[in-house]
């Protein structure tokens, strides 16, 4: 088996991920009212999920540690973002068990030491 079709076979393993991009659509209002302000009018905006995003494949030609780093980013973002949904807002009660239990709940890989450290910076320095 030749080293692109394992790679392709690997990929379709993959479950999805979940992202979304926001979007904002306005409120229809009837025609014949006047037009209100814009601060009027920013708040009457409905906020809207849309489809999740295309993934591009990552740049070739950079070392093996950039990608490594970039993948582990990736994941303490996704780990920070469910913490911050369930109600973690301070990196004090992030745990190394609280982040790894939340991997095991949105189905991450178990993370490293170094991903929860980066967690936790991740809602440290987002405050």
């Given at each position: 088996m030749d080293n692109s079709s394992r790679r392709f076979r690997h990929r379709a393993r993959r479950l999805p991920m979940a992202a979304?991009?926001?979007t904002t659509t306005p409120t229809t209002t009837r025609p014949s009212t006047p037009r209100p302000?814009?601060?009027?009018?920013?708040a009457?905006?409905?906020v809207t999920a849309c489809a999740p995003l295309l993934k591009s494949p990552l740049p070739a030609g950079r070392p093996r540690e950039w990608y490594v780093t970039h993948n582990r980013r990736l994941k303490a973002m996704r780990l920070a973002i469910a913490l911050l949904d369930?109600?973690?807002h301070h990196p004090?009660?992030?745990?190394n068990g609280r982040i790894r239990?939340?991997?095991?709940?949105?189905?991450?890989h178990r993370p490293s030491?170094?991903?929860c450290r980066m967690v936790r910076a991740l809602?440290?320095?987002?405050?």
């Open positions: 979304a991009r926001l302000s814009a601060a009027k009018r920013s009457e905006q409905v369930t109600g973690v004090q009660t992030a745990d239990a939340t991997a095991d709940r949105i189905g991450v030491d170094t991903t809602i440290r320095y987002g405050r």
